[in-house]
């Protein structure tokens, strides 16, 4: 940061009119600067080389070198700073944005589409980037050794484990969350005997995307979620963009519960919201209901965590130290819900050994049919 407490951004896109947007965007904001521009990856790393800046935005799509080979390289260069990715809503954007929080960007940020006018456009932009911008900067702040006088107050004693056995378990992710889903879903055992129920907050044309990069590195089965489909143990369902996920009372002793997608009103600005998933499995399982709150902007997933807890369910937190940024996480550890608060690289293994390795059940009958 500069003397006087800005943030400096870099912008690393090849185009000049989202250039001219993301300059505007940060120029209106007094706790920012520009650190400079550049066209395409190779220039990003020469400017980065003779002055870091302390945010990078960096374009998905570029001549020379693109978003993901620059963001390889810097971190390959041990460079630490936040990167936001600016992707635009395609497949193929989508599938190098996913990549690339996957390989250690921080957030995404969509390019802006269909407004009337420049002026729309960046307050459009404006909307979605100076929130994770500055996010991200508090965290990196956050994450730096406090003096003593200034440690924050400890949170409450943490409750109890239930001592119910786990019929499920219910994730919910945000800023960071590629990238943690891709640590903890491969540390998750082949015949995992619980049904995993998963909320990102992401566009529809990402979610698709980010299931089946997950699967193709997971023992689980990892799925968009449908309507209809049954929660059936060993498999990963991750809400669809754009749609809420609840999990619904089998209509039948024995069978499984079933997913149900809608388009209710967002909750905490979000659709998928972590809220309506952890409601939905806390009255579907009850104290079977395992709930883990993993790295994430904002506190969407405090009221689902609490309605777990009220119905005798457990709640696990991911820690300040390896989240990206401690918003959603942090608030319910210190809300003192959280029974306890682990490292992204340890939580698989708590959530084994509470669920206890079990035989693979079969799946549910008419499973293959309805995916």
């Known amino acids: 940061m500069t003397a006087e407490g800005r ?14 947007l993301l300059r505007s965007v940060i120029l209106s904001d007094p706790a920012l600067e520009m650190a400079g521009t550049a066209a395409d990856g190779a220039s990003a790393l020469d400017c980065v080389h003779l002055q870091p800046p302390d945010l990078i935005l960096l374009d998905v799509e570029m001549p020379v070198m693109d978003g993901l080979a620059t963001l390889r390289e810097l971190r390959a260069r041990r460079h630490t700073m936040p990167v936001i990715m600016c992707s635009s809503l395609t497949q193929r954007g989508a599938r190098v944005t996913i990549e690339a929080l996957a390989c250690g960007a921080c957030d995404y940020v969509a ?4 407004q009337q006018n420049r002026e729309a456009a960046t307050r459009a932009l404006a909307m979605e980037l100076l929130p994770r ?4 900067v508090r965290h990196a702040s956050a994450s730096r050794p406090a003096p003593r006088s200034l440690l924050p107050i400890p949170a409450p004693p943490p409750p109890a484990q239930s001592s119910a ?3 499920a378990l219910a994730i919910g992710v945000s800023t960071g969350g590629p990238a943690a889903l891709d640590v903890l879903l491969p540390q998750l055992p082949a015949g995992f005997p619980l049904p995993v129920l998963i909320v990102q907050h992401m566009p529809e044309v990402f979610t698709r995307l980010l299931a089946e990069r997950l699967s193709r590195r997971c023992s689980l089965r990892v799925l968009e979620a449908a309507d209809g489909m049954p929660a059936a143990a060993g498999y990963a369902y991750i809400a669809r963009g754009n749609w809420h996920l609840q999990v619904v009372a089998a209509a039948r002793p024995g069978a499984p519960a079933t997913l149900h997608l809608n388009q209710e009103p967002p909750e905490n600005h979000c659709r998928p919201a972590v809220d309506v998933l952890f409601r939905s499995a806390a009255r579907v399982y009850g104290p079977g209901a395992l709930a883990v709150v993993l790295t994430g902007m904002g506190c969407d997933g ?9 119905l005798g369910g457990a709640v696990l937190a991911q820690d300040q130290a390896s989240s990206t940024v401690w918003g959603m996480p942090g608030a319910v550890a210190q809300a003192g819900l959280a029974y306890k608060v682990l490292p992204l690289s340890a939580l698989a293994a708590e959530i084994v050994r509470v669920v206890g390795h079990l035989p693979h059940p079969a ?9």
């Open 111 to 114: 390019k802006p589409t269909g």
């Open 7 to 20: 943030t400096r951004v870099l912008i690393v896109e090849d185009s000049a009119v989202m250039r001219s």
């Open 165 to 167: 056995k786990p019929l």
């Open 133 to 136: 911008i500055h996010a991200l």
């Open 363 to 371: 799946p549910a009958p008419g499973f293959a049919r309805m995916v």
């Open 302 to 310: 405090l009221a689902g965590a609490r309605a777990v807890r009220d």
